[in-house]
């Protein structure tokens, strides 16, 4: 006889959640070595599971980590910039699904500009 497995793949504590949030669930599909987004941040949390492939995943404050097929992993969304979501892999597709949770009337996802990255990567004090 067959039974039902659970599995726990992230365990959260509640982050910050905007009043009145919309959530949108999508599908990434990055083909072999694409960069993925240029740097961003999301007006709420973020979760996510990487179905295929491998993800190199960098948000601010941390270094950057490579996700694996199978893996989930989240981020805080708010102003945490999100530095780079590439496919690690040169010569494989890498597929992942993401749950966005987001202010009313914001976008899910606001690039960063230029300026604005040159002055946090940038110490205090110069």
Known sequence: MTT?????????GTPFIPDGAEVTTVRLDL???????????HSGPVFGYLLEGELLFELEGEPPRVIRAGEAFWEPGGDVIHYQAANNLPDAWTRFVVVMIGAPGRPMLTLVDQDE??????????
């Open 4 to 12: 039902t497995r659970l599995t726990t793949l992230l365990h959260q």
């Open 31 to 41: 083909p072999p070595g694409d960069p993925g987004s240029p740097p961003h941040r």
């Open 117 to 126: 990255l040159d002055a946090r990567r940038t110490p205090a004090g110069g």
